[in-house]
């Protein structure tokens, strides 16, 4: 019975298989749900998802698979009806939706609202039929339900329903492709360490001085040697003001983040503002500049470029060409994509973080970036999927 | 699947919900690991000694540590120790037996009744610590190779395991294990949770505490957001010094016990102490 439940939520992104489904079976046998939904859904829930990060997932699918079962679930409608009692009292209804209320008596509305449970098939919000939140039919949850499906209302008290724990949804916050917190950043960029033993040899091998002193014959033959450091140089460049303003919190949490983690041997970082044209500045105010032709001087291959913008801007802002010195020189200068591609074609690893959410990257200025620079989303996914980029050994050069 | 094993439900000082019992009994019926996860200062830890005490079994706790290897938890071999003896002519250097120490996961299994073991921050170990404990938790049993002996588990163990989500874990070890997500908990349970460590506290001054507790968990500007602990220490000292009423501005007394970072700090008073000055 819940096999196609299973398989929901694989469609969902739940990697779930058969290991799960066994542990489910073996719990459902021993009736640790207790014969009920409620019961069910924690069972579920424990066994089923392996990270918060599926959770939200998982509530979806609970909520679309077994939407059509809550009036199997007895408890669930008389919660209903409970509501229901308790709903002329609410000071909140409109004076229509008090005069709609006073039409019916209460048996009649049972009546009523049990034949429209039947009917109804989808969730609806607003209209003046359906029950569901914010609507003006009798059998809603008139502006007080904050989200999903919650048509228990508040007087519920005692214990939770699961349709309406998952209804709530209270773990998107925990989705992995939401945008991230400092914590999760931080454990995001720690991937991206590298350590390499050189400078002086100041540290005790124990396992090289005992091999050495049996060598000696007993005689103590001390073995030294350099410090594991880190060896990660990384090259970050944010864009700033303008389309980039909504972003500007998060965008100042990475960049805290970065400049932090203590496992990056170099942090360079740099602004600009739209596009880069022959210039990078050094503070946010875009005052400080250096030539991007001195930075790759001053940089090497082997350090990651990160670039964090949204790429978002007119067309010709990327065709227009401008100096060395970030003038304005139709002649001379190179245009604002062609800068880009001289980045991204210094460094052997770069990758370029979007804020915009990735179905808005077709048809303008990001298609075309994205085709300079390896693109990730500013989530957490996509974080880990920049930083995994990264630490990968050099791409073929002369690939784009 | 035996037996039925007893229920969980748990303590008086432990409040737990629907959800997490339902995790418990789920991994005490199918005999899996329990991990669980959630924020620092939600009762990770607390749970195995409240799952101890509700079945009345004992507790063993083994706190994983950066430098800690699979091997630590099974036995160790001492040898410094054998040596030692030799050199000196104590104890019985013969028997190999006398110098193998159990790790908590081997005393788990050696011991004659059922126990509860905590495998606290799983996390903090190496990438590669929870693959090397997968066949130890899956068989309940493992071999000592200097004596060529097995330690088998005659009662399996009830294994909690807690996770700060410092590193990802192997799917397959995930897996394994039966999960459960510990929620920050909402004002009503913290209400409890707060009256449970601070008994008798006048009414007023814990509704105000927890509301600006709140309307700080709720401002997205915080590096470090207070956490259930920081909340408990904050009410103690203010009832300590006898404060009576709170309100979030610049001025809110030992806001330090809360917010541990100067830049949250100076964030608040920037934020708060304008608007009550508007």
Same mark, same amino acid.
């Given at each position: 019975?819940?096999?196609?439940?299973?398989?929901?939520?694989?469609?969902?992104?739940?990697?779930?298989?058969?290991?799960?489904?066994?542990?489910?079976?073996?719990?459902?046998?021993?009736?640790?749900?207790?014969?009920?939904?409620?019961?069910?859904?924690?069972?579920?829930?424990?066994?089923?998802?392996?990270?918060?990060?599926?959770?939200?997932?998982?509530?979806?699918?609970?909520?679309?698979?077994?939407?059509?079962?809550?009036?199997?679930?007895?408890?669930?409608?008389?919660?209903l009806?409970?509501w229901l009692?308790?709903a002329r009292?609410r000071?909140d209804l409109s004076p229509e939706e008090l005069a709609l209320l006073e039409r019916f008596?209460?048996?009649e509305l049972e009546k009523l609202f049990e034949q429209r449970l039947r009917e109804q098939t989808e969730r609806h919000d607003g209209g003046t039929k359906w029950i569901g939140t914010g609507g003006a039919s009798p059998f809603g949850h008139s502006g007080h339900a904050?989200?999903?499906f919650k048509v228990?209302g508040?007087?519920?008290?005692?214990?939770?329903?699961?349709?309406?724990?998952?209804?709530?949804?209270?773990?998107?916050?925990?989705?992995?492709?939401?945008?991230?917190?400092?914590?999760?950043?931080?454990?995001?960029?720690?991937?991206?360490?590298?350590?390499?033993?050189?400078?002086?040899?100041?540290?005790?091998?124990?396992?090289?001085?005992?091999?050495?002193?049996?060598?000696?014959?007993?005689?103590?033959?001390?073995?030294?040697?350099?410090?594991?450091?880190?060896?990660?140089?990384?090259?970050?460049?944010?864009?700033?003001?303008?389309?980039?303003?909504?972003?500007?919190?998060?965008?100042?949490?990475?960049?805290?983040?970065?400049?932090?983690?203590?496992?990056?041997?170099?942090?360079?970082?740099?602004?600009?503002?739209?596009?880069?044209?022959?210039?990078?500045?050094?503070?946010?105010?875009?005052?400080?500049?250096?030539?991007?032709?001195?930075?790759?001087?001053?940089?090497?291959?082997?350090?990651?470029?990160?670039?964090?913008?949204?790429?978002?801007?007119?067309?010709?802002?990327?065709?227009?060409?401008?100096?060395?010195?970030?003038?304005?020189?139709?002649?001379?200068?190179?245009?604002?994509?062609?800068?880009?591609?001289?980045?991204?074609?210094?460094?052997?690893?770069?990758?370029?973080?979007?804020?915009?959410?990735?179905?808005?990257?077709?048809?303008?200025?990001?298609?075309?970036?994205?085709?300079?620079?390896?693109?990730?989303?500013?989530?957490?996914?996509?974080?880990?999927?920049?930083?995994?980029?990264?630490?990968?050994?050099?791409?073929?050069?002369?690939?784009? | 699947?035996?037996?039925?094993?007893?229920?969980?439900?748990?303590?008086?000082?432990?409040?737990?919900?629907?959800?997490?019992?339902?995790?418990?009994?789920?991994?005490?019926?199918?005999?899996?690991?329990?991990?669980?996860?959630?924020?620092?200062?939600?009762?990770?830890?607390?749970?195995?000694?409240?799952?101890?005490?509700?079945?009345?079994?004992?507790?063993?706790?083994?706190?994983?540590?950066?430098?800690?290897?699979?091997?630590?938890?099974?036995?160790?071999?001492?040898?410094?120790?054998?040596?030692?003896?030799?050199?000196?002519?104590?104890?019985?250097?013969?028997?190999?037996?006398?110098?193998?120490?159990?790790?908590?996961?081997?005393?788990?299994?050696?011991?004659?009744?059922?126990?509860?073991?905590?495998? =606290? !921050?799983?996390?903090?170990?190496?990438?590669?610590?929870?693959?090397?404990? %997968?066949?130890?938790?899956? +068989?309940? @049993?493992? #071999?000592?190779?200097?004596?060529?002996?097995?330690?088998?588990?005659?009662?399996?163990?009830?294994?909690?395991?807690?996770?700060?989500?410092?590193?990802?874990?192997?799917?397959?070890?995930?897996?394994?294990?039966?999960?459960?997500?510990?929620?920050?908990?909402?004002?009503?349970?913290?209400?409890?949770?707060?009256?449970?460590?601070?008994?008798?506290? =006048? !009414?007023?001054?814990?509704?105000?505490?927890?509301?600006?507790?709140?309307? %700080?968990?709720?401002?997205? +500007?915080? @590096?470090? #957001?207070?956490?259930?602990?920081?909340?408990?220490?904050?009410?103690?000292?203010?009832?300590?010094?006898?404060?009576?009423?709170?309100?979030?501005?610049?001025?809110?007394?030992?806001?330090?016990?809360?917010?541990?970072?100067?830049?949250?700090?100076?964030?608040?008073?920037?934020?708060?102490?304008?608007?009550?000055?508007?």
């Open positions: 019975m819940f096999l196609p439940f299973l398989y929901e939520l694989r469609r969902r992104g739940v990697p779930v298989g058969a290991q799960e489904a066994l542990a489910l079976a073996g719990a459902l046998k021993a009736g640790l749900h207790d014969s009920s939904l409620d019961g069910f859904y924690h069972v579920a829930r424990a066994l089923l998802v392996h990270s918060e990060a599926h959770l939200d997932a998982f509530d979806q699918a609970f909520l679309a698979h077994f939407k059509g079962m809550e009036g199997a679930g007895q408890q669930l409608t008389d919660e009806m409970e009692k308790e009292q000071r008596n209460a048996e904050r989200e999903g228990g508040e007087g519920g008290g005692g214990s939770r329903m699961a349709m309406k724990v998952a209804g709530q949804r209270r773990y998107r916050g925990y989705r992995s492709d939401v945008v991230l917190d400092t914590r999760q950043m931080a454990v995001a960029l720690r991937k991206l360490r590298a350590f390499a033993r050189e400078g002086v040899a100041d540290e005790l091998d124990v396992e090289g001085s005992i091999a050495a002193t049996a060598k000696n014959a007993g005689e103590l033959e001390v073995v030294t040697r350099p410090p594991r450091r880190p060896n990660t140089r990384v090259v970050l460049l944010m864009d700033v003001g303008g389309s980039m303003d909504p972003y500007a919190h998060l965008v100042s949490r990475l960049f805290s983040v970065a400049k932090q983690a203590t496992h990056f041997k170099e942090l360079r970082t740099y602004y600009f503002h739209n596009c880069v044209y022959g210039r990078v500045f050094e503070s946010s105010h875009l005052v400080g500049g250096l030539r991007v032709t001195d930075l790759l001087g001053q940089v090497g291959r082997h350090h990651k470029l990160v670039v964090v913008g949204d790429a978002l801007m007119a067309p010709y802002e990327l065709a227009m060409r401008t100096n060395s010195d970030g003038r304005y020189d139709p002649t001379n200068g190179k245009e604002g994509l062609v800068w880009l591609m001289e980045l991204a074609r210094h460094f052997e690893r770069s990758v370029w973080l979007n804020p915009e959410p990735p179905r808005t990257w077709r048809g303008n200025t990001i298609e075309a970036v994205a085709r300079v620079f390896d693109m990730f989303p500013l989530t957490l996914e996509g974080l880990g999927e920049a930083v995994a980029h990264l630490t990968k050994g050099r791409m073929a050069r002369g690939r784009r | 699947m035996t037996s039925s094993p007893a229920r969980f439900r748990g303590t008086d000082t432990y409040l737990s919900s629907e959800g997490l019992q339902s995790a418990v009994n789920c991994a005490l019926t199918l005999q899996r690991p329990l991990l669980v996860r959630g924020e620092p200062g939600t009762g990770k830890t607390l749970l195995a000694e409240a799952v101890a005490e509700s079945l009345g079994l004992r507790l063993l706790t083994w706190h994983v540590k950066s430098t800690t290897r699979a091997q630590d938890g099974l036995y160790v071999y001492d040898t410094v120790q054998r040596l030692y003896d030799s050199r000196f002519g104590e104890g019985d250097v013969r028997d190999i037996r006398h110098y193998i120490r159990l790790g908590p996961l081997g005393e788990a299994f050696a011991s004659k009744e059922r126990v509860v073991l905590l495998i =606290d !921050e799983v996390d903090k170990a190496d990438v590669e610590f929870p693959n090397d404990l %997968l066949h130890e938790l899956d +068989r309940m @049993r493992f #071999r000592v190779t200097e004596t060529n002996e097995d330690v088998v588990a005659t009662h399996r163990p009830v294994v909690v395991i807690t996770s700060n989500n410092e590193k990802e874990l192997p799917d397959a070890f995930l897996r394994r294990c039966v999960f459960h997500f510990i929620d920050f908990p909402d004002q009503e349970l913290m209400r409890r949770i707060v009256s449970v460590h601070h008994p008798g506290l =006048d !009414e007023s001054l814990s509704e105000q505490a927890l509301k600006v507790f709140y309307e %700080l968990r709720n401002f997205t +500007r915080l @590096r470090k #957001r207070p956490s259930t602990s920081e909340l408990v220490d904050w009410i103690a000292v203010l009832k300590a010094s006898g404060v009576t009423s709170l309100k979030l501005d610049e001025n809110l007394p030992y806001l330090g016990a809360l917010l541990k970072r100067e830049q949250d700090l100076m964030a608040v008073a920037e934020a708060f102490g304008r608007r009550s000055r508007a």
